[in-house]
């Protein structure tokens, strides 16, 4: 069952070593050309890399692709949504699976990029995105997205508001391989979207309706120095279900608006 038609919560998961799935591309990318944005060696997983792939990269389709198969892992609409409890949303979940030429156009449409965390780009044999953040300007956002379901309640001055909107990246989503979780990982794809922008973030993580409260996300931001600057409220449509989001923001000044 899709919740939302225009706006995705923001995703970060972490899930416990006994209740992985197994998930397994059908080809894989290699980057040598590319530029990392960072790059750490993991204990478990080797040498990480965190790349910005933009529309018009060569490996963009490709890259799209692996991105929309690691979140069909991810979905928690695998179930019927009246049976879903806090024991399954536990680790983070995504309410809403995309198609290629959705996510595309959005990312075209909106300017965006994929933030990809790839293990071992030079061992081929084990080469695989481990996480991904879509990003898209916030501006264009929400100029592309206008609808009189949204209503905003902010810790923050109205003129502080529409500072960021005009001046951030929107994290429109962000997953981790659910193999690979615990393993810092999320917060490494963060860092590195802090380090590749220098602009505001700011992203929304659902906390309402029970059980789908992504308390696990809202953490990993604050941790991260995003700042909970209010909340979001999708009222009823024919579309969509109702649902609430935490409003977050970082700043390059760490805090600072």
């Not at 069952?1 to 070593?17: C, L, P, Y």
């Not at 794809?189 to 696990?216: G, H, M, R, S, T």
Request: net charge positive; hydrophobic share 40%; glycine share 4%.
């Amino acid at each position: 069952m899709r919740w939302i038609n225009f706006v995705i919560v923001v995703i970060i998961s972490f899930i416990n070593a006994t209740n992985t799935v197994a998930v397994t591309y059908p080809n894989s990318i290699f980057l040598e050309n590319e530029k990392p944005i960072l790059t750490s060696s993991n204990k478990e997983l080797g040498k990480v890399s965190v790349y910005s792939i933009y529309p018009t990269n060569q490996h963009f389709s490709e890259i799209i692709e692996q991105v929309l198969f690691l979140q069909k892992s991810l979905l928690i609409n695998k179930k019927p949504i009246q049976e879903v409890t806090d024991f399954d949303v536990r680790d983070g979940f995504l309410v809403e699976e995309m198609d290629s030429v959705h996510l595309k156009e959005a990312l075209m449409q909106d300017r965006g990029s994929i933030i990809v965390a790839y293990a071992d780009q030079q061992k081929r044999s084990t080469n695989q995105l481990v996480g991904y953040a879509i990003l898209r300007l916030t501006k264009y956002f929400f100029q592309n997205n206008k609808s009189g379901h949204l209503e905003y309640t902010f810790s923050i001055s109205e003129h502080e508001w529409k500072n960021i909107v005009s001046n951030s990246i929107y994290i429109y989503e962000l997953a981790v391989h659910p193999q690979h979780r615990r393993k810092g990982i999320g917060r490494f794809i963060l860092n590195a979207c802090q380090k590749q922008y220098n602009n505001w973030l700011y992203a929304d993580v659902i906390y309402w309706p029970k059980p789908f409260v992504n308390e696990l996300s809202y953490q990993l931001f604050l941790k991260n120095d995003f700042l909970d600057i209010g909340e979001l409220y999708v009222k009823k449509s024919p579309k969509f279900r109702p649902f609430k989001s935490k409003l977050m923001a970082w700043s390059p000044g760490a805090g600072h608006f």
